[in-house]
């Protein structure tokens, strides 16, 4: 299939066949003057049968507008006679590819934009339609069709009078400009188009918009040899720099790329086309609060609760910039909203509302909603590593390890029963590793890497066993694979660090150490290890500064006078840090 997304308009000009001669010439005329006008819209066509003709566009997104343009002028001629007919054209509108395009022979060529056209125009006439698009997706197919049936209804209500101001305003006029060009007031154009009811053409347009954008990615992303949209999608907001689905989906993939400042860019520049887009609004958080600017993701946050009371996204992310700020009580209340509001649908608020429970202390409180939860979802690993990691720290192992089998015997029922999706398979694998079993998880991770070669955390997961496991060798190529995979984490330099310093390759360990901190400046365990290789190249000052700093920013950590002197005493074994 090939990139460029044409349309087809073939179309046919309304009761030709009921006028007298002079005005079926008339008609055509009228037709021929509106084809060759918008020939600056680069609107190739060609007239055949006498009342028909067949145009094509290189632009499917404008296709719906031109044909607009056609309609509204055609209707806004009048015939000379008395006759009761009123002027109008049906057409059908085809979207797909087209093969061996020569614009000096359109009749001549053949593709999915022209099988998508022309067949269903005689259709039209049985159910007295006089629009109608197809494209090669059946699910935007039916909704393009509801849509067409409410234009026809508006259209079918047209007078010549707002027809022509219809015409004129798609041609860009200003209302101002159209007032003078009729010799009315502003105030009677603005009349004529509410009555032509110009604001749902406008919606509707615009949706149609939305909807060609939406295929376009989908043909140029599978015409891609390379996994990599980027270029694909900058080069779409380029060439469309007012789609705002253009620029929704390339600051998803910037965001999924780790780019999250310039994710937020895209962002804005989408909102700016379509202003109510919640789910772009909900986006935009997101990378707000991922590239650190969380007073400005609060704002966005609180701007959709004042639209929309129950947002779950809007009251998680309050939660999450509350947790990050430290307002555990803040945070704490809008988990508690957003896990109302979700019920059981959704993990993410009731795993927030159980850590930051933990860390206010209220271990009872935070139990009672882990085991709630876990009762009627078994296997949700976020919630299970929660209650292990505290029932651990409470000394009660058992019931820890109980937590996580459970969680494993119903991951294993959920697989049966819906087939090895690869999501199930990492938190599979994810719970294997929390209680040990790095053979079990081994061989899920495999399964995953072979299906999905390029999946990062599975990569990273076995770097993990391999490390513990003591195969440095291992984990160091598996952790050179999921960076090379997402360049972006900053604990993964962190973590290849670790790796090389057990290999004692102190120089590499502190040329990756260095890269996390430059990525993330405010991890604390950064410096740690930074020290540790600094004092094992023979710079024990440095590392004296370092891990001051480090227990200066988490006091949990070893002072700096203990570090150096079980580094002077051969006590600190590097494969702890």
């Not at 073939?10 to 005329?29: F, M």
């Not at 992303?221 to 949209?229: H, I, K, P, R, S």
């Not at 997101?286 to 004042?306: F, N, V, Y």
Request: net charge negative; glycine share 6%.
């Amino acid at each position: 299939m090939g990139k460029n997304l044409y349309a087809v308009l073939t179309g046919d000009l309304v009761d030709y066949s009921k006028l007298e001669a002079k005005e079926r010439t008339e008609y055509v005329n009228n037709l021929r003057e509106i084809l060759s006008e918008l020939k600056s819209k680069n609107l190739v066509f060609e007239i055949f049968r006498g009342d028909s003709f067949q145009a094509v566009l290189p632009s499917s997104r404008d296709a719906l507008k031109v044909a607009l343009i056609i309609r509204s002028y055609v209707i806004s001629r009048k015939f000379d006679s008395d006759r009761k007919i009123k002027p109008d054209v049906k057409i059908a509108i085809g979207v797909g590819n087209i093969e061996n395009y020569n614009e000096r022979n359109i009749s001549s060529c053949d593709g999915e934009a022209f099988r998508n056209s022309g067949p269903d125009l005689d259709r039209m006439d049985k159910k007295r339609q006089r629009l109608f698009i197809k494209t090669n997706w059946p699910i935007l197919n039916r909704e393009l069709k509801t849509e067409c049936a409410l234009l026809d209804a508006i259209t079918a209500r047209w007078t010549s009078i707002q027809a022509e101001t219809i015409y004129n305003t798609l041609l860009g006029k200003k209302q101002s400009d159209i007032a003078e060009l009729f010799n009315i007031s502003q105030s009677n154009v603005s009349l004529r188009l509410n009555a032509a009811n110009f604001d749902a053409i406008t919606v509707m347009m615009k949706r149609y918009t939305e909807i060609i954008d939406g295929g376009a990615i989908h043909i140029f992303l599978n015409g891609m040899n390379t996994g990599d949209a980027g270029p694909v999608l900058e080069c779409l907001v380029k060439r469309h720099p007012d789609s705002p689905v253009f620029h929704r989906e390339y600051g998803s993939y910037l965001s999924d790329k780790g780019d999250h400042r310039e994710a937020v860019d895209e962002y804005y520049k989408a909102l700016a086309k379509d202003p109510d887009d919640l789910d772009t609004r909900i986006s935009l958080i997101h990378d707000l609060i991922e590239s650190d600017h969380l007073s400005e993701a609060e704002e966005k946050c609180e701007e959709i609760l004042r639209i929309t009371e129950d947002s779950v996204p809007a009251l998680f992310f309050l939660g999450e910039i509350n947790e990050m700020k430290g307002n555990l009580s803040e945070a704490e209340k809008y988990y508690r909203k957003a896990a109302l509001y979700t019920g059981d649908d959704d993990s993410h608020p009731k795993e927030g509302l159980i850590r930051v429970l933990f860390n206010q202390n209220k271990s009872k409180e935070a139990e009672e909603e882990g085991e709630n939860f876990l009762n009627l979802h078994p296997f949700v690993i976020g919630i299970i590593e929660y209650m292990y990691l505290h029932k651990l720290q409470k000394g009660e192992g058992e019931k820890a390890i109980e937590y996580v089998l459970k969680g494993i015997e119903s991951l294993k029922n959920e697989i049966k029963k819906i087939g090895e999706n690869t999501e199930l398979l990492f938190d599979l694998a994810n719970m294997n590793y929390l209680i040990d079993k790095y053979p079990e998880a081994e061989i899920i991770l495999s399964k995953i890497i072979e299906k999905e070669p390029d999946n990062q955390d599975a990569h990273n997961l076995l770097a993990r066993i391999y490390s513990l496991r003591g195969e440095y060798f291992k984990a160091e190529k598996e952790i050179g694979i999921s960076i090379s995979l997402d360049p972006k984490k900053s604990g993964n330099y962190l973590f290849k660090g670790q790796i090389l310093q057990n290999m004692e390759k102190h120089q590499e360990a502190k040329n990756n150490i260095e890269k996390s901190i430059k990525m993330n400046p405010g991890e604390p365990t950064t410096y740690f290890s930074l020290g540790i290789s600094e004092y094992a190249l023979g710079n024990p000052e440095k590392a004296r500064i370092l891990f001051k700093k480090a227990h200066d920013m988490n006091s949990s950590l070893p002072t700096d006078e203990n570090m150096i002197s079980d580094l002077n005493s051969g006590s600190f074994d590097s494969g702890e840090s």
